[in-house]
C-alpha cells in the first residue's frame, strides 16, 4: 500500500484507557485509513486488440473480378448470440436427441448490434482497438464479395489478440447470382457467398458444402432437379433470406423478410443433412422420392419441411418457432429424436404409416395432429404444449410417453367431415405418465380448431381405450371429460384398471 499523509495526529496515552478499548481504537482507525487508501484506486477492464487483413480472391473466370485493391471491406465485431437456455438445458440433459446448439446454429448478425465496425485499408488490413478481453464473433464482408463469419475469437491483453493463420488471412470471394435456370451440375463452394434473386431451378447435379451461405430474396424458390449431396459433418451451411444481410443496422427476426421455399424433385432417395435453414414461407419441400434429414436446423418462419414423397426418415434435428405448420407429412415416414418446440401446429401426420418416437415436443399449439393413416406415437416427452395430440378421424396407438400436462389437453379427438359425413377415429391411449393434477388429460369433446372442418365434433364413435396409464391424480374422473361431464358426448374414457407407479419406460429413452 503506498504511503499516504495523515489527515490528523492523535495523541494517546496507553495509560488514560483500559488497554482493551486502546486495542480496540487503534484497529478501528487501521481499518478507516485502508478504507480511505482504497478508495483512491479503481479496477478497470482488461483490453485487448484485434487485428488481421482480408485478402479478395477472384476465382472465377471474370476479370471484373480482379482486385485493384482491399480496401473498404467492412470488418465488424459482434457479442456472443444468446444460446436458448431450454435448447442448452435439453442438450444437457437428452445427449442424443436433436443437435448441439453453438453460435453456428444461432448467431446471427443482423439481429445484433455490432460492438466496434471498421474497414480494411488497401492492403487488405484492419485493427480493432480496446475492447474488453472475451470471446467474440466476426463478421467480414463486402457487397460483390459475400460474407463471412469467424466464431468464438478471443480477445485477451497481449499485443497479438489472434494466433490462427486462418484468421490472420480471411479471404473473401466474389458473390455468385444464380441465373434462372442452371443447366449444368453446379457446387455451392465452401465460404462462397450465392444470391438467388429470381425463382431458380438448378438442372444438373447440385453439392451443397460446409460454410457457404445461400441468400434468397424474398418471395423467391429454389428449386433443385437432379441429385443433391450435403456434407456429413464439418461447420454449417446456411439458406436464409438475403434481407438486411449487408447492413450493420440491427433488425429483430420478425421483421425479417421471408423467401418462398426450396424443392427437392430429383433422385430416388436424397440425404439432406448438417445446415441451417431461416426464414421460409413454404419450408424444404420433398414432393417425390424418398428423403432422409438428419442434423438440421429449421427455424423462425411459416413451414419448416412439407414431405409427400414415398418415404422419409427425419431424425435428429431441431425444429423451431414457425408460425404455421411447421412440418407436415403425408407419406410413410419415421419421425425420431428431433427437439420440436414454439410452432403452431408443429407435426401434422397425413394418411399413411407413421413411427413417431423418442422426441421432444414442447410449448406447441399443437404437438401432433394425425390425420387418418396408421400411426405409432410412443416414447416422447410432451410437455407444456397447449393440445399434445389432436386426432382428426384417425386411430393411432399412444403409448410410453410422458406427458407433463398441457395448457388445454394432452389427448383430445376430433372428427373429420368429408363428402356430406364425418369420419372418426379411435385412439388407444395406454401405458403412459400423466403427470398433471389440475388440467384435463383426456377430452372426447374438442375445441373447435380453425382450419379444420369438422374440428368442434366428436371424434369417436366408441369409448376410448385409456387404460393402463399412471395418473399422478388420484382423482382421475376429474381429469377426463365424455359422456359423464356433458350430454354432447356418448361415450365413456376408459381407463381402468390404472398403474400405481410411474412406469419407467415411458418418454424418451436416449
Given amino acids: 500500500m503506498k504511503n499516504i499523509k495523515p489527515l490528523f495526529t492523535l495523541h494517546l496515552s496507553p495509560f488514560t484507557l483500559p488497554s482493551s478499548l486502546f486495542t480496540l481504537l487503534l484497529i478501528t482507525l487501521h481499518l478507516s485509513l485502508f478504507t480511505l487508501t482504497s478508495c483512491n484506486s479503481t479496477t478497470k477492464p482488461k483490453t485487448g486488440s484485434l487485428s488481421g487483413r482480408v485478402i479478395l480472391v477472384n476465382d472465377t473466370d471474370n476479370p471484373s473480378f480482379d482486385p485493384i485493391d482491399f480496401s473498404g471491406i467492412t470488418v465488424a465485431l459482434y457479442e456472443l448470440a444468446d444460446l436458448d437456455t431450454t435448447l442448452i438445458r435439453l442438450n444437457y440433459q437428452y445427449s442424443n436427441i436433436g443437435l448441439q446448439i453453438n453460435q453456428q446454429t444461432e448467431f446471427d448478425h443482423r439481429t445484433q448490434k455490432a460492438l466496434y465496425i471498421t474497414q480494411t485499408s488497401a492492403d487488405g488490413n484492419f485493427s480493432i482497438e480496446k475492447q474488453k478481453v472475451g470471446t467474440y464473433n466476426l463478421v467480414i464482408y463486402q457487397e460483390g464479395w459475400g460474407v463471412r463469419y469467424i466464431y ?10 489472434i494466433q490462427s493463420e486462418e484468421v490472420l488471412n480471411i479471404e ?6 444464380l441465373p ?10 465452401e465460404d462462397h457467398t450465392y444470391i438467388i434473386k429470381n425463382d431458380t431451378i438448378l438442372m ?35 439458406i436464409d433470406v438475403s434481407d438486411r444481410f449487408f447492413d450493420s443496422n440491427k433488425a429483430t427476426r420478425e421483421e425479417l423478410k421471408r423467401f418462398q421455399k426450396i424443392t427437392l424433385n430429383g433422385a430416388d432417395e436424397i440425404e439432406f443433412r448438417n445446415g441451417v435453414i431461416s426464414s421460409c414461407i413454404d419450408g424444404l419441400n420433398r414432393p417425390v422420392g424418398a428423403i432422409s434429414v438428419n442434423d438440421m436446423v429449421f427455424k423462425q418462419g411459416e413451414t419448416a419441411f412439407v414431405f409427400t414423397g414415398s418415404h422419409a426418415r427425419f431424425e435428429n434435428n431441431i425444429v423451431r418457432d414457425f408460425k404455421n405448420r411447421a412440418c407436415y407429412f403425408t407419406g410413410d415416414a419415421e419421425i425420431s429424436k428431433n427437439i420440436m418446440i414454439r410452432n403452431h401446429d408443429n407435426l401434422l401426420i397425413n394418411d399413411h404409416v407413421y413411427d413417431i418416437h423418442d422426441n421432444y415436443i414442447a410449448l406447441n399449439w399443437v404437438g401432433i395432429r394425425p390425420v387418418y393413416g396408421n400411426a405409432h406415437i410412443h416414447n416422447n416427452d410432451f410437455v407444456q404444449n397447449t393440445y399434445a395430440i389432436s386426432t ?3 386411430s393411432p396407438l399412444i403409448d410410453y410417453n410422458l406427458f407433463h400436462g398441457s395448457t388445454r389437453y394432452c389427448v383430445q379427438t376430433q372428427a ?9 377415429g379411435n385412439p388407444v391411449v395406454n401405458f403412459n405418465n400423466f403427470l398433471s393434477k389440475d388440467k384435463i388429460i383426456i377430452s372426447l369433446l374438442p375445441d373447435s380448431h380453425p382450419g379444420y372442418y369438422g374440428s368442434s365434433k366428436v371424434g369417436v364413435d366408441k369409448d376410448l381405450n385409456a387404460k393402463h396409464n399412471y395418473w399422478l391424480s388420484s382423482n382421475v374422473e376429474e381429469l377426463v371429460y365424455d359422456s359423464e361431464d356433458s350430454d354432447k358426448v356418448r361415450f365413456r374414457v376408459l381407463y381402468n384398471p390404472v398403474k400405481n407407479s410411474r412406469i419407467m419406460n415411458a418418454g424418451i429413452r436416449f
Fill in 152 to 161: 468464438n475469437i478471443k480477445i485477451d491483453d497481449s499485443k497479438s489478440a
Fill in 172 to 177: 473473401l470471394y466474389p458473390e455468385t447470382h
Fill in 180 to 189: 434462372q435456370t442452371q443447366l449444368e451440375d453446379f457446387i455451392f463452394k
Fill in 204 to 238: 444438373g447435379r447440385a453439392q451443397i458444402e460446409n460454410r457457404c451461405f445461400i441468400l434468397i430474396d424474398e418471395g423467391v424458390r429454389l428449386d433443385f432437379h437432379n441429385e443433391v449431396s450435403t456434407p456429413v459433418q464439418g461447420d454449417r451451411w446456411k
Fill in 392 to 394: 382428426l378421424a384417425s
Fill in 416 to 424: 373429420n367431415y368429408v363428402q356430406v359425413y364425418f369420419d372418426y
